[in-house]
């Protein structure tokens, strides 16, 4: 049973560019998160999806971000216009439905260099 | 504000003692608390979860404490290896939430042989 599925694992981009991020969760599991860790920062939760809704982006940047769960395929995390600031590891976690305490199983990570 | 702290950045302990990690919040009526271990370059592994209602639970050489009146987890590794040198994540989950993580920035524990 593969775990969560994060590629690519170190995505390098120039200032103005477009990354996506995308996360796989583990079979049977119907609910993502993301969080995004900058460095000697502690995990920050930016949005919580389940299939082709959003029901948490209290945690998301207002601009330049978005993020997807179609019903088919993975999840994925939008940056237009990346700036340096946004290089950090992103997390994808995913966790089934009714789940117990919100345990959470993680990919990971995508590592976002802006250069 | 509302805070989550793990008052060390960093503990060294020797093989074989008890390694006591700790987590105190501020301003949060956390449902669950959870922690995490998370090694370099890897995502964080979910160790143990505590209700607010419980005051301790326990998996093999693993104990979690929870105050609700300190506003404090404790987090206990027995008989600890170097093969548990690692970072501790704590994280709680709000009353209320949809369920999303609210972290600490963790600590980093070294267990010399």
């Known amino acids: 049973n593969a775990g969560v599925m994060q590629n690519p694992r170190h995505l390098v981009r120039r200032r103005g560019q477009e990354a996506r991020l995308r996360c796989s969760p583990m079979?049977?599991?119907?609910?993502v998160y993301w969080y995004r860790q900058l460095p000697e920062e502690g995990l920050k939760f930016m949005v919580y999806l389940q299939k082709e809704n959003i029901i948490d982006e209290s945690g998301m940047p207002k601009e330049r971000f978005s993020a997807e769960f179609p019903k088919e395929g993975p999840s994925i995390l939008r940056i237009q216009q990346v700036v340096r600031g946004d290089s950090a590891a992103y997390f994808c976690?995913?966790?089934?439905?009714?789940?117990?305490?919100?345990?959470?199983?993680f990919g990971a990570g995508t590592r976002l260099s802006v250069l | 504000s509302q805070k989550i702290e793990q008052n060390s950045e960093a503990l060294n302990i020797q093989e074989g003692k008890t390694a006591t990690l700790t987590c105190n919040y501020t301003?949060?009526?956390?449902?669950?608390l959870q922690w995490y271990r998370q090694d370099p370059g890897r995502g964080p592994v979910f160790l143990l979860l505590i209700r607010e209602n419980e005051k301790e639970k326990r998996k093999e050489r693993l104990k979690v404490t929870f105050d609700t009146t300190l506003k404090q987890s404790l987090f206990h590794i027995t008989a600890s290896q170097p093969a548990d040198s690692a970072t501790y994540l704590c994280a709680l989950v709000s009353v209320g939430s949809q369920g999303n993580l609210i972290f600490g920035k963790g600590t980093k524990l070294s267990v010399k042989p």
């Open positions: 976690a995913s966790s089934p439905p009714r789940t117990d305490g919100s345990i959470q199983y």
């Open positions: 079979k049977g599991h119907s609910h």
């Open positions: 301003n949060y009526s956390p449902a669950y």
